[in-house]
């Protein structure tokens, strides 16, 4: 698989001392609300698994040095049913499997790979940023799916050469942190440290772009003023649903 990966924001990452968090949801699909969201994320797992196209975009002065335009992009693999999303094959590479990630960090004098937990046992290496839980598809298109009778139908568009309608709907900034990484860690959210930059009841617009197969074929969000160590609007490109896919964790890992 050839990737583009964002090393930059990976590595800050991986130096990044900050601890957040949220829940594991499941997404309440059961609600009829006339949206189809919740029924295309589900019809979108149902495929197995599919490659991923990833960009996150500073819309505004960032932290690490990033300016309103820079951005990061990657290209990936996701498998549904063992809850694994992997981005790019070398150095900057991640692999998420549910609560934890695994990053090689482009550090001088550190060549192993991470490993840093979204549901930290005492003593273990927590995420250091809320930021993670973004690499992980899975939880984000739960999200989308908990929200869906928010959704209304905004037109049709192409993505990819494919035919969908593009749905537009809001959550809150904590549900969407909340939904991201574990209870434990959203407990130690730092709301102070944001404080100046985003409200928890901050609404955050999402666009979803839902093909004639009933899939989501692209996402696209934005934090309010978040100050995110990988920039605040994020897209994601879901196609070749069904795909071969082996995601593998790494044989070593340095455990927090």
């Not at 482009?106 to 490993?115: H, L, N």
């Not at 649903?241 to 890992?253: M, Q, W």
């Amino acid at each position: 698989m050839s990737s583009v990966v964002p090393v930059t924001a990976l590595a800050a990452l991986s130096l990044s001392a900050v601890a957040c968090g949220g829940s594991e949801t499941t997404a309440d699909t059961t609600s009829p609300t006339g949206s189809p969201i919740a029924d295309a994320v589900a019809e979108t797992m149902d495929a197995g698994t599919a490659r991923i196209d990833l960009t996150f975009e500073f819309t505004h002065s960032g932290g690490f040095g990033s300016e309103p335009g820079d951005s990061d992009s990657a290209e990936g693999l996701v498998d549904f049913e063992r809850h694994r999303t992997e981005f790019g094959t070398g150095p900057g590479a991640v692999i998420v499997d549910e609560t934890s990630f695994y990053v090689p960090p482009d550090v001088p004098g550190e060549s192993e790979w991470q490993k840093f937990d979204l549901a930290p046992k005492p003593g273990a290496r927590p995420a250091p940023d809320v930021s993670f839980g973004r690499l992980d598809v899975i939880r984000q298109l739960e999200y989308m799916a908990s929200i869906e009778g928010s959704f209304e139908a905004a037109g049709e568009e192409g993505v990819g050469g494919t035919a969908t309608t593009r749905y537009t709907g809001s959550g809150e900034v904590e549900g969407l942190m909340h939904a991201l990484v574990s209870d434990v860690l959203f407990g130690l959210l730092p709301w102070s440290t944001h404080s100046s930059t985003v409200d928890p009841a901050d609404s955050v617009s999402f666009d979803v772009w839902v093909g004639e197969d009933g899939r989501v074929h692209k996402v696209e969000y934005e934090f309010p003023r978040f100050d995110s160590l990988v920039g605040d609007l994020t897209t994601i490109e879901l196609h070749d649903f069904g795909a071969d896919v082996d995601i593998e964790l790494p044989e070593e890992t340095v455990q927090g």
